[in-house]
């Protein structure tokens, strides 16, 4: 049976599609933290793709990327410091009401509807153990110590 391009499906673009944590339309993010405590046999598996992938990509000019731990926020529920950080800024107009604008001065229409992208604290732990420092992360098996160490 030949298979003609149109037919054939790539599986990470599909994946990607449905909404996952970590991912965005042009980015996938995985915290340090997770990826390091993942079980051995994922990190092995993990480390050859990441490997592969830098070996095919590495002669382009990468640039060094921020990522900024961030939630999804109607411009109303923001104070003045978080509208600044996105760009938009809020006054009183003369008959009192809130106005609602970006940088460029231009008026957003229905700001109880619009949403934006703001930076908030890492929820994902820093540490390799979770808020309770007794269990390991859901998912993933228990790490057992032996006795005497």
């Known amino acids: 049976m030949t298979m003609y391009p149109e037919q054939m499906r790539s599986p990470l673009p599909d994946y990607l599609r449905a909404p996952h944590p970590g991912t965005s339309d042009q980015y996938v993010v995985l915290p340090k933290s997770l990826v390091e405590t993942m079980p051995l046999p994922w990190q092995n598996a993990l480390h050859q793709v990441l490997q592969e992938f830098h070996q095919a ?21 923001l104070d003045e410091e978080q509208l600044a950080e996105v760009g938009y800024l809020v006054e009183i107009d003369v008959d009192g009401e809130l106005v609602y604008r970006e940088r460029s001065g231009r008026r957003i229409e229905n700001p109880e509807e619009t949403e934006v992208l703001v930076s908030v604290m890492d929820p994902i732990p820093g540490d390799y153990r979770n808020a309770t420092q007794d269990t390991p992360p859901r998912g993933f098996p228990a790490q057992q110590v032996a006795p005497w160490s």
Do not use: K
């Open 57 to 77: 990509y590495a002669h382009l000019n990468w640039p060094e990327y921020r990522v900024v731990p961030s939630r999804r926020e109607r411009l109303v529920n």
